[in-house]
């Protein structure tokens, strides 16, 4: 058994908990029901407009569990590169963590500061991963949302949308349901923003036979300024910290 290689596991196990945390928070948050979609007639156009009602904004203690996940995933990593300074039969100090940087240029020399001690095979190992900007960017993800949540709360909010289902009834035949993923998804989510159009032509053809209804749900999103802008919280951050984890196993070989 690898107790350092468990010790790791156990750090990316303790980041997934918030995560469960979290998702347990956003269903509840969403078991109140917070957008409600109000159609009416665009008279300028004939068109059949929804707006939405923002009822209560994505409360500001989401970004407690948020954080601590990403943290917890990205300690996880430093604790990695502690372990394997000290394998290397190194001495980890203050400049011992692991290396994710903005350009590959400094991402090679941070690499070599780092992991100073580490064996050569393990630092060789490390930039097989390319874990900067450019390179392997769910790496760069992570460590950018580590630091952005250590300045400012990484306050979620509400995206139009997640899905709209659309229902086609015909006469004497069953209803057709089609989903769909709008590419212009709206983040912040606006009160009282338009975020679905039906066309003149299609309410006429609704009047001639076929009928046409719409149902819609809404993701809870990162807020703006961040690197995942817009992004859906989940299952965003849950695949990122599982890719992240599972590109690193391949480093537990040179752990003792």
């Known amino acids: 058994m690898n107790q350092a290689a468990d010790e790791v596991r156990l750090k990316f196990e303790r980041s997934r908990r918030h995560l469960t945390e979290l998702e347990s928070e956003i269903k509840s948050y969403r078991d109140r029901e917070p957008f409600r979609m109000h159609p009416e007639e665009d008279e300028a156009t004939g068109d059949l407009v929804y707006r939405v009602e923002v009822k209560e904004s994505p409360p500001v203690e989401l970004g407690l569990p948020l954080g601590d996940a990403i943290h917890s995933a990205r300690s996880a990593l430093d604790?990695?590169?502690?372990?394997?300074?000290?394998?290397?039969?190194?001495?980890?100090?203050?400049?011992?963590?692991?290396?994710?940087?903005?350009?590959?240029?400094?991402?090679?020399?941070?690499?070599?500061?780092?992991?100073?001690?580490?064996?050569?095979?393990?630092?060789?190992?490390?930039?097989?991963?390319?874990?900067?900007?450019?390179?392997?960017?769910?790496?760069w993800r992570l460590h950018k949302l580590d630091i952005e949540d250590k300045h400012r709360l990484l306050i979620p909010v509400g995206a139009a949308y997640r899905s709209v289902n659309v229902s086609f009834a015909f006469a004497g035949l069953n209803p057709i349901v089609l989903g769909l993923n709008p590419a212009d998804r709206e983040?912040?989510?606006?009160?009282?923003?338009?975020?679905?159009?039906?066309?003149?032509?299609?309410?006429?053809?609704?009047?001639?036979?076929?009928?046409?209804?719409?149902?819609?749900?809404?993701?809870?999103?990162?807020?703006?300024?961040?690197?995942?802008?817009?992004?859906?919280?989940?299952?965003?951050?849950?695949?990122?910290?599982?890719?992240?984890?599972?590109?690193?196993?391949?480093?537990?070989?040179?752990?003792?």
């Open 79 to 139: 604790y990695l590169a502690w372990q394997l300074v000290i394998a290397g039969g190194g001495a980890p100090d203050f400049n011992t963590m692991f290396p994710i940087s903005e350009t590959e240029a400094k991402f090679n020399g941070d690499c070599q500061r780092r992991l100073r001690g580490a064996s050569g095979s393990a630092v060789s190992a490390v930039q097989a991963l390319r874990p900067f900007q450019g390179g392997d960017d769910r790496f």
């Open 187 to 256: 983040y912040p989510l606006k009160n009282g923003a338009i975020v679905y159009r039906v066309m003149k032509a299609a309410r006429e053809s609704a009047n001639q036979g076929m009928g046409e209804t719409h149902s819609f749900s809404f993701d809870i999103a990162f807020g703006e300024g961040v690197i995942v802008s817009g992004e859906p919280i989940m299952p965003t951050l849950a695949d990122l910290i599982r890719d992240v984890e599972s590109a690193v196993v391949p480093l537990f070989q040179f752990l003792n």
